[in-house]
């Protein structure tokens, strides 16, 4: 008798619905901590097995009162975005194929299904159609891939190869970032033996964005080589205030000094993708490499993001798999060659539904409608007393600070979270403690807006 493959799916499947079916109306935040999740779920290790069916069942009624409705319309932390209903479908297909897609040989449709969604990609973003693109994690997993390239291609100009030497001996890379680099870009530096606490850090505007200027002196005087092996970290869409730097004096100055430009897009090079947003980006097409989520802004369900670099031969130099026991077939794309991983899944398959689910105009569309939500939030806020909205609303974020303090706004982020119709969190902005409304999911709906800001006041007040 053949084994049963499907035990288990139709389950999956009822839970699945249910959970998703609840998520416009659930609490917002989890109705417990993990201390009860490990109760129901935890002990010793069984010693007999369970049908399929009963550990789906088990394993969902015990996991869900942990569970957080961060794909729900309502959640404004951080920068989350949900699942499109044909990326969470083609992210299943993708479990049940199971292919290996590191290599063309062992999955010729990862394969294929990673350059047409590469292609797609830089087609939506405005970037070089000639450029490559690795399918990651996650931001910090494209930061550090862009960055490896980087590290590679700016010592290969000064005459070392890190791939054979590594960093022993090497000349030293110097790294110029904006002030307001996101912490991944710092936990790429230490990973990559270029140290977090060396990278000079820019000046930036109230908004977050760095400045030119002081970018041109540090690129000009940092020291007597100034084309010495450099790399510059700019950023498209600040993580507390959606500001973007000036990609075009930037791109300038690093091609002067002959520095890498690497841009941190992680959610808000999208803003690419719409006729109503695309100015913020003018010039980004001029770095050397981009990191952009999936799972962020085009709603991909977790984990999904991707590394592109302008240089394909810098890219695949730092990440490719080189070993003579590896079937390579000429001419073909091995995935693994633009990712630090080896065996993983086929992680562009529901990048390539989410795009092909949008389109073109389905996807300007959410990041306009995401963007004129995040407008109308503010404006409901700015009507609270003393209320000030902190940052130019140009994107998807908003920063509140309310009177009273610190404390004060740090009590009315745990009322919001406790009323738990939204959820939102707090940041520190210019020494501040200050609340961030973040919105980028694409089932958010006006009437959510209204409802949340709604009970944004109602905690406020009391
Ligand atoms: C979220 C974010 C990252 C990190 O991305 P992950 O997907 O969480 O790894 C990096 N940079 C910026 C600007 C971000 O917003």
Request: aromatic share 6%; net charge negative; hydrophobic share 45%.
């Amino acid at each position: 008798m053949r084994p049963d493959r499907t035990a288990g799916l139709t389950t999956a499947a009822q839970h699945a619905h249910s959970f998703l079916e609840s998520l416009d109306e659930r609490p917002v935040t989890a109705r417990v901590d993990a201390s009860a999740v490990r109760a129901a779920l935890g002990g010793p290790v069984p010693v007999r097995g369970e049908d399929p069916g009963a550990v789906i069942d088990a394993l969902a009624a015990g996991a869900e009162p942990g569970l957080v409705a961060s794909a729900g319309p309502r959640h404004f932390g951080f920068v989350i975005g949900g699942a499109l209903p044909a990326a969470l479908a083609a992210d299943w297909l993708v479990s049940a194929w199971d292919q290996c897609a590191a290599f063309h040989s062992l999955a010729p449709a990862a394969a294929a299904i990673e350059e047409i969604t590469s292609a797609w990609t830089l087609d939506l973003l405005g970037l070089p159609a000639d450029a490559s693109v690795g399918f990651v994690t996650g931001g910090q997993g494209a930061n550090t891939t862009c960055l490896a390239a980087a590290r590679h291609a700016v010592l290969a100009r000064a005459g070392w190869d890190v791939g054979k030497y590594g960093l022993n001996g090497a000349p030293p890379v110097r790294i110029l970032c904006g002030e307001h680099a996101h912490a991944t870009i710092y936990t790429a530096l230490r990973l990559l033996g270029l140290g977090a606490e060396t990278a000079i850090r820019i000046p930036a505007d109230d908004q977050g964005r760095m400045n030119p200027e002081a970018l041109r002196d540090a690129l000009a005087d940092a020291d007597a080589d100034a084309d010495g092996p450099t790399i510059v970290c700019a950023q498209a869409g600040n993580v507390a205030t959606g500001s973007f730097d000036a990609f075009d004096p930037i791109a300038e100055a690093c091609a002067q000094h002959n520095a890498w430009l690497h841009i941190d897009g992680a959610f808000g090079l999208w803003a690419a993708a719409a006729p109503a947003t695309r100015h913020l980006t003018h010039g980004v097409e001029r770095a050397d490499s981009w990191a952009i989520d999936a799972h962020k802004w085009l709603n991909v369900p977790y984990d999904g993001a991707m590394a592109i670099v302008a240089d394909p031969d810098a890219h695949v130099a730092a990440m490719s798999l080189a070993g003579p026991y590896l079937v390579v077939d000429p001419g073909q794309r091995d995935n693994t060659n633009y990712v630090p991983e080896s065996s993983r899944r086929a992680r562009a398959v529901p990048v390539y539904a989410a795009i092909r689910s949008l389109g073109r105009a389905g996807i300007a569309e959410l990041i306009e409608r995401n963007c004129a939500q995040a407008r109308r939030i503010a404006e409901r806020l700015a009507t609270i007393r003393d209320a000030d909205i902190i940052n130019d609303v140009v994107l998807n974020q908003v920063l509140l600070r309310l009177p009273g303090g610190d404390d004060a706004n740090r009590a009315a982020v745990a009322a919001i979270q406790q009323d738990a119709t939204c959820w939102l969190g707090g940041t520190t902005w210019n020494g501040e403690y200050v609340l961030r409304v973040s919105i980028s999911n694409w089932a958010t709906t006006d009437d959510d807006i209204d409802r949340s800001a709604a009970a944004i006041e109602r905690a406020i007040r009391q």
